[in-house]
């Protein structure tokens, strides 16, 4: 199986900061790598795909790059809405894998 | 507007039977990919099966590989997942999700559902 590790598994920033989190693979994934937030009590929702393209309706402000084993998703400013878990997933061969999350708390 | 609502949900006793349906609406059922997703409380994402646009070819995680079994029913624009010896450990929120693909850009999950809980406990 495709281990996706996540890092941070926690960050705390302020409205307006910069944030970036970073996603690893144990296998090389091309750039068939997407990002989904979720806020709590909600579905998760997809903001990123094949590595660096916005779904449609995201905020420019994400933006995502990154391929083989190593990715990054970053917020260019972060805003109130943008508190949540967000998570890296792999749907290049089975089993689909997920990072194990990480949390963006308000500090 | 893509819509996915599930059903189904609620309390089974370990060694117990469950199916649990995800309604489709607002696109061609029949021409997409679809995949069930947990959430056990207060953790992460699991990938659980995925079934393609046929229901000819499907995939599950070794997990729940010989307990449960995905389907649809594209003439109802139905997903299903029947659950079978279910374990404390499945206690989760399942969710339905489609699975968007181009070769360019490979595939993901573009739109979910919001949940359906089913609960493992004596």
């Known amino acids: 199986d495709i281990q996706l590790t996540q890092s941070p598994s926690f960050l705390s920033a302020s409205v307006g900061d910069r944030v970036t989190i970073t996603c690893r693979a144990s296998?090389?994934?091309?750039?068939?790598l997407a990002w989904y937030q979720q806020k709590p009590g909600r579905a998760p929702n997809l903001l990123i795909y094949?590595?660096?393209t916005l779904q449609s309706g995201v905020p420019s402000r994400f933006s995502g790059s990154g391929s083989g084993t190593e990715f990054t998703l970053t917020i260019s400013s972060l805003q109130p809405e943008d508190f949540a878990t967000y998570y890296c997933?792999?749907?290049?061969?089975?089993?689909?894998?997920f990072g194990g999350g990480t949390k963006v708390e308000i500090k | 507007e893509v819509q996915l609502v599930e059903s189904g949900g609620g309390l089974v006793l370990p060694g117990g039977s469950l199916r649990v349906s995800c309604a489709a609406s607002?696109?061609?059922?029949?021409?997409?990919?679809m995949h069930w997703v947990r959430q056990a409380p207060g953790k992460g994402l699991v990938w659980v099966a995925r079934?393609?646009?046929?229901?000819?070819?499907?995939t599950y995680a070794d997990s729940v590989k010989g307990r449960f079994t995905i389907s649809r029913d594209n003439a109802k624009n139905t997903l299903y997942l029947q659950m079978n010896s279910l374990r404390a450990e499945d206690t989760a929120l399942y969710y339905c999700?489609?699975?968007?693909?181009?070769?360019?850009?490979?595939?993901?999950?573009?739109?979910w559902g919001q949940g359906t809980l089913v609960t493992v406990s004596s």
């Open positions: 999700t489609r699975s968007a693909y181009e070769n360019d850009s490979g595939s993901r999950n573009d739109h």
């Open positions: 607002g696109f061609t059922f029949s021409n997409y990919w």
């Open positions: 079934i393609d646009s046929d229901g000819a070819g499907t």
């Open positions: 296998q090389g994934l091309g750039r068939y």
């Open positions: 094949a590595a660096s």
């Open positions: 997933q792999q749907l290049t061969t089975y089993p689909v894998t």
